[in-house]
């Protein structure tokens, strides 16, 4: 079962080191998402400490190295070592505008170097009732290709306490297990009272979580039903 921990934009120093000290992995299938400043300072800390924790990337740029102010590239992150990176999160499709392109490219440039991809995809609330989700779906896919990890994360329950029943995340990963053949990690409002019965559901290869993931003791927990 693979346990992704994305910390957005939270954290320090002292935070992680924390962190790294309690938390209780007996997997290696754990990672953490941290925000690019700390990224070399958790991997050392891992390294240190006896945390099986894999330490990954939440965002890439889109372009190779250039004029691009601000951005970090994929050649960095794989000097780095980092073997997963996000793309695609709902909060960077609204926030920061992302299209199904420039995901594509991210995905596109992080396989060329030897980086899985952590694919986001997810319908948002009207998309949900309106009964369109599988059009949408089909349409972030575009970005998709056969070295990405798939997490289905619906807009509606990211951050809301709100999650869809077993029934709605089983036909998700039947979904994307018939047309692309790959499982599906399921992330939005995941913590330690529904990580159980969402890591039972058919095709799940694991889950991502949020906001309950800066809580060591909550982190402990989940890991713990493994
Ligand atoms: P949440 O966030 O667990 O706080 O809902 C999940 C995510 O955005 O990946």
């Known amino acids: 079962m693979e346990v992704i921990l994305n910390w957005k934009q939270n954290g320090s120093f002292a935070i992680i080191e924390e962190f790294v000290k309690n938390v ?15 990224i070399a300072f958790a991997q050392n800390l891992c390294l240190t400490s006896k ?8 965002n890439v740029s889109q372009f190779q ?28 499709r609204s926030l920061f505008f992302e299209d ?13 170097k030897g980086i899985t991809p952590i694919l986001c995809v997810g319908e948002t609330h009207e998309e949900r009732t309106s009964k369109s989700f599988f059009e949408k779906l089909k349409k972030q896919m575009v ?9 289905y994360e619906p807009v509606w329950s990211i951050g809301t306490g709100i999650t869809p ?6 036909e998700i990963s039947n979904f994307i297990y018939e047309n692309w053949g790959n499982k599906i990690l399921y992330g939005g409002s995941v913590n330690e009272s529904n990580f159980e019965s969402i890591i039972k559901i058919k095709n799940i290869r694991g889950v991502l979580v ?3 993931s800066l809580f060591v003791e909550k982190v402990n927990l989940m890991l713990n039903l493994c």
């Open 24 to 38: 209780k992995t007996k997997n290696e299938n754990v990672s953490l998402l941290l925000p690019f400043p700390y």
């Open 51 to 58: 945390a099986k924790i894999k330490i990954g990337a939440q």
């Open 65 to 92: 190295n250039g004029a691009y102010t601000g951005e970090v590239g994929v050649e960095m992150l794989a000097e780095l070592k980092v073997k997963e990176c996000l793309v695609g999160h709902s909060e960077r």
């Open 100 to 112: 199904d392109l420039s995901v594509k490219s991210k995905v596109e440039l992080l396989t060329q």
């Open 143 to 151: 970005s998709y290709n056969e070295k990405c990890i798939i997490a």
């Open 165 to 170: 029943t077993s029934a709605e995340i089983l």
């Open 210 to 212: 949020g906001g309950a």
